[in-house]
């Protein structure tokens, strides 16, 4: 199974497996999209999430405050349905 992504507001859609993150399928799919560490702490990758779920492997990486903000560690997440996803600079 796969999920739609859509980031906002580059308006850039792709696909993610059911195995992979939403970093790594961004990356696949030949978008330029900031990361760096991989570990869910230089917060390059974090984005809003819009609409749709996401879950994580444990420990759970996100904090009440993130929570709250809806914050989304893409390099750490995995889609539990279709997102938008919203990130300032990632450009189309």
Known sequence: ???LITILP???SFRVQDSET???AALRAGIDFPHRCRQGVCTSCVCKLKSGE???NEPQPLSDV???QQFTYCC???PASDLV?????IIG
């Open 1 to 3: 199974m796969s999920f």
């Open 10 to 12: 580059a308006q850039l």
């Open 22 to 24: 939403i970093l790594s």
């Open 54 to 56: 996401v879950r994580y």
């Open 66 to 68: 993130d929570k709250q």
């Open 76 to 78: 750490l997440a995995y």
């Open 85 to 89: 996803l919203h990130h300032p600079f």
